[in-house]
Structure formats: structure tokens, C-alpha cells
């Protein structure tokens, strides 16, 4: 295995580790380390190129840190991904490379999963290293997936109480871009509720259980952004409200599980003009994460992480408040929340 700093201004640390013989290429990146070690999960995509997949866990490791300040745990932002197609390149062998490489950090980062990697290859990950969580011991955390759907639709919920008044989702149309693994469950929960679901994947066989299960209409990505819905979930991977797409909205409400789902900063004021509300990303999906670091510390109970997926709703409730009352967009008011509970931590330290 050989590994390489890549010294990168405003990140504690990222390093590239590369083992030809398990086929492994990958990047951590821990970005702030006040709050406890980096934590967060681990993405295997097939990036075109290793500047792509450096400036998305870079990206996304700074989103962590924010996210777990939000979430309400002791760890600083942390993430991986593996350059690699998780359906063809998939092996224990790369797994097991991976958990060396994470191990090498001595605690540094704690990894989970992400899209690409499942609870079983966590498991493998965890043969050769104890900093990897997202394992279920016994009814005890696991994939946090689940964890992150019920998250997200809490805070779905908390955004239509907010702009649309009401006080749950049965008769509104929401539209689901990506029916993966928090997306399918997602849209079990709000179909659940009663609302009425559009959804797009590229893989067929998603859109097609989804249809079977909750009566789901399909249309193609494109069209699940622009579909005249009451609310967009993003679940997909990131970017998807940008220059192109961000006129074409019909929605009222963004509010879905995916990182950094705005392409650019300033898409979120282009959302406050158009009076579109926005549930900043790394607060509504944030109970995956909640998850994972309850099961670090071993603290982990079904009544507590009930407790703090419903608080995910009440912490939106104030961003929503706080950026109407001053005119700001939500993110920025996440974030100076974040940014505060940070310094607080630093000044702890
Ligand atoms: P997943 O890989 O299980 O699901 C993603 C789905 O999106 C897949 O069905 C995939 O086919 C589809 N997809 C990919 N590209 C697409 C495109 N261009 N158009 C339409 N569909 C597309 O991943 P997941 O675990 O469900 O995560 C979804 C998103 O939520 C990701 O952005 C992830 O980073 C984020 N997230 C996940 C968790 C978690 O606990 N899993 C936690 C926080 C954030």
C-alpha cells in the first residue's frame, strides 16, 4: 500500500492511498478535527477522473463537519471514496485494502457506509480495522441508511408545516430523485402518510419497484427535477440544482437526502428570490451520521436516536425561522449555527 499527503489549505489532512494489487485507489480527507476524529462515510463511484473524486471528498468531508456539529456528536468531518465501479470492481480484497488504509490513521477517521458500499462490506472493512462503524451488533446501530430516510422525512415534514402550513404529508406530490437506498425508504414512509409520489433512477429496476410498492409515476431524471410537484427530494448523488435546473423548479420545497445538492453557493440565493425553501443538506440527512457516531461511542439506544431524528425537524424549524426573519438563506444560517457550535467546542478544548 503506499499513501500520499496531499497538503490542501483549510483541511487537517487528505491522503491519496493507492494498492495496485487489490485495485484499490482512494482518498480520505479529514477537513476539521475540533469537534473529535473525522467521521463519515465512504463513497466507491467510478469518478472520470482523480481530480473529480478529490474535489467531491473534499467537499463532502467538509459538509461532515458541519453535519456532525449540527447532529449533535463529538466527531469533526470526515470522508472516503474509493475510485471505483462499485458493481464490477467490488472486492474483499479491495475492502480489505480500504480498512488498512483507514486503519494506517490510527483513529484519525471513522468510516460507514455511503453510496456504493453496503453493511456487508462494512463488516469486511471492520476484519481488519475497529475505526469503521454502520455494523448492527445485535439490533444496536447498523446501516444507517434507514436511520437517514426516517431523518430526512422528518425534516420533509417540517418544511411542508413551514411553507405549506399543514401538518402532514397526505394528499401532497412529492418527487424523488433517486430511489436507492434512503430514497426507496423515503418513499415508503411518505407513501405511507398519504402523499403522492413521482420518482427517477437510472437504474430501471428502482424506478420499477417503486411503482410496484407505492403507486409511484416515473419519469426521467431531468423530469423529477422540473415535475410540478409541491416538493423536490434530491437522493441521488450531488448537484442537481444549478444554473440549468434551477429556473425550471416548480416545486415549493427542497428537501432530500442528497450531499451537496446545490451545484453552487449561490444557487441557495437564486432559491430565496424564487421563494423556493431549502432544507440545507447536511441537516436533513444527518441521522445516518447521528447513528454511526452513537454506535462509536457505544451509546447507541432506539429511544435516543428516535429523540434525535425528531429533533432534525426542530433544528430545520429554526433555520427556516432565523433566515426568514433576517432575508438570508437557510445554508448560511446552518452554517453560522454549525460554525458556532464548533467554536464552542474549540474553546472547550
Ligand atoms: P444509493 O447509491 O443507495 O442510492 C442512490 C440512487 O440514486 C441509486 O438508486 C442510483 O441508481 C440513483 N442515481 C445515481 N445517479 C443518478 C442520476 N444521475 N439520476 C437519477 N438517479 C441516479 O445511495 P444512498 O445511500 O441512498 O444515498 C443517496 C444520497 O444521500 C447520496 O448523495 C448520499 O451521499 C446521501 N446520503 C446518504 C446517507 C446514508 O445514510 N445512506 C446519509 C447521508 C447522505
Redesign the pocket.
Known amino acids: 500500500m503506499d499513501s500520499r499527503d496531499i497538503p490542501t489549505a483549510g483541511w487537517q489532512r487528505v491522503v491519496h492511498f493507492t494498492d495496485e494489487r487489490a485495485g484499490l485507489d482512494a482518498i480520505i480527507s479529514i477537513h476539521d478535527a475540533t469537534l473529535g476524529p473525522g467521521c463519515g ?1 465512504c ?1 466507491i463511484y467510478p469518478y472520470e477522473n482523480f481530480e473529480a473524486a478529490l474535489e467531491d471528498v473534499k467537499n463532502l468531508s467538509r459538509g461532515m463537519t458541519f453535519k456532525n456539529a449540527l447532529g449533535g456528536i463529538p466527531f469533526g468531518g470526515g470522508k472516503a471514496v474509493i475510485i471505483a465501479d462499485p458493481k464490477t470492481d467490488k472486492t474483499p480484497e479491495l475492502l480489505r485494502a480500504f480498512g488498512a488504509a483507514v486503519d494506517s490513521l490510527g483513529g484519525l477517521y471513522y468510516t460507514a ?4 458500499v453496503t453493511e456487508g462490506d462494512m463488516e469486511t472493512i471492520r476484519s481488519v480495522t475497529p475505526y469503521a462503524a454502520g455494523v448492527d451488533k445485535g439490533g444496536i446501530g447498523g446501516n ?2 434507514p ?2 430516510a426516517r431523518g430526512v422525512w422528518r425534516g420533509v415534514q417540517a418544511a411542508a408545516r413551514y411553507k405549506l402550513g399543514v401538518s402532514s404529508l397526505k394528499g401532497l406530490h412529492i418527487s424523488i ?7 426507496m425508504e423515503l418513499a415508503r414512509l411518505i407513501h405511507e402518510e398519504g402523499g403522492r409520489l413521482t420518482v ?4 430501471p429496476a ?1 424506478v420499477e419497484e417503486a411503482r410496484q410498492r407505492f403507486g409511484a409515476d416515473a419519469v426521467s ?1 431531468e423530469d423529477a427535477i422540473t415535475v410540478d410537484a409541491d416538493i423536490f427530494s434530491p ?4 448537484g442537481s440544482i444549478n444554473v440549468d435546473t434551477v429556473e425550471k423548479l416548480r416545486a415549493k420545497i427542497i428537501a432530500g ?3 451537496n445538492q446545490l451545484k453552487t453557493p449561490d444557487m441557495g440565493v437564486r432559491l430565496l428570490e424564487r421563494g423556493i425553501l431549502y432544507a440545507p443538506d447536511y441537516v436533513i ?1 444527518a441521522a ?2 447521528i447513528s454511526v457516531g452513537l454506535e462509536i461511542l457505544d451509546r447507541w439506544s432506539e429511544v435516543d436516536m428516535t429523540w434525535r431524528i425528531d429533533k432534525i425537524g426542530d433544528t430545520l424549524m429554526e433555520i427556516f425561522d432565523r433566515a426568514e426573519r433576517e432575508n438570508r438563506t437557510t445554508g448560511e444560517v446552518a452554517d453560522e449555527l454549525a460554525l458556532e457550535v464548533i467554536a464552542r467546542g474549540r474553546k472547550a478544548a
Open positions: 462515510g463513497r457506509e455511503d453510496s456504493g444507517p441508511s436511520f437517514t430523485l433517486g430511489v436507492g437506498a434512503v430514497g427517477a433512477d437510472v437504474n428502482a431524471p437522493c441521488a448523488l450531488g437526502a442528497a450531499n440527512n445516518g451520521v
